[in-house]
């Protein structure tokens, strides 16, 4: 079971500091996205701390089991809050968001049935 936790964990911490990345350095793509969704692009940056914080949240779960599950539960809320801002102005493009919430639940899933379970 460790390895599982250990695998899925380092994968969603990874995809989210990816995002993460790319929301903070400027990057057009969530800028765009961000136009899509009708949101101001001053959230951008916002966006992309949550994500960042996450992310590190998820490792630091390795030392502080909770605040690993608090990561992944908040990486949930996130991700669903990006497809309905999707579904919200009527973009179909949800395999994406798909796949980040997918992980954030796998991350999630496993947390809790390690440390908790």
């Not at 380092?10 to 990816?18: L, P, R």
């Not at 940056?45 to 779960?61: F, H, I, K, R, T």
């Not at 009527?90 to 796949?99: F, H, M, P």
């Amino acid at each position: 079971m460790f390895a599982a936790y250990l695998t899925v964990t380092i994968i969603a911490s990874v995809f989210t500091g990816i995002a993460a990345v790319t929301y903070l350095i400027g990057h057009d793509y969530p800028k765009t996205q961000a136009d899509m969704k009708r949101i101001p692009r001053s959230w951008v940056p916002v966006l992309g701390v949550l994500l960042a914080a996450g992310s590190s949240g998820l490792l630091a779960g390795f030392a502080v089991p909770l605040l690993g599950a608090l990561a992944a539960g908040g990486l949930v809320l996130y991700f669903v809050g990006a497809l309905l801002a999707h579904l919200r102005v009527g973009s179909r493009q949800l395999v994406g968001g798909a796949v980040f919430l997918v992980t954030a639940v796998a991350a999630l899933a496993v947390n809790l049935s390690y440390h908790f379970g």
